[in-house]
């Protein structure tokens, strides 16, 4: 039928290794996307700015 009905189980340490390297990459791109709107707001920061004065 489908070849990959009847694979075989990986075994639980190359698993592990593998979730280890995802939750890595996860965690890197979380982080990334955690500090981007910091660093384009400290490399864009214009000077002018809006003085109300009354």
């Avoid at 075989?8 to 280890?20: H, I, S």
């Avoid at 939750?23 to 809006?50: C, N, Q």
Wanted: hydrophobic share 50%; no cysteine.
């Amino acid at each position: 039928m489908f070849p990959g009905m009847f694979m075989r189980k990986p075994d639980k340490a190359e698993a592990l290794k593998q979730l280890k390297a995802h939750a890595a990459m996860f965690g890197i791109w979380v982080a990334a996307i955690r500090v981007t709107p910091y660093i384009l707001h400290y490399l864009y920061d214009s000077k002018d700015e809006l003085k109300l004065e009354l």
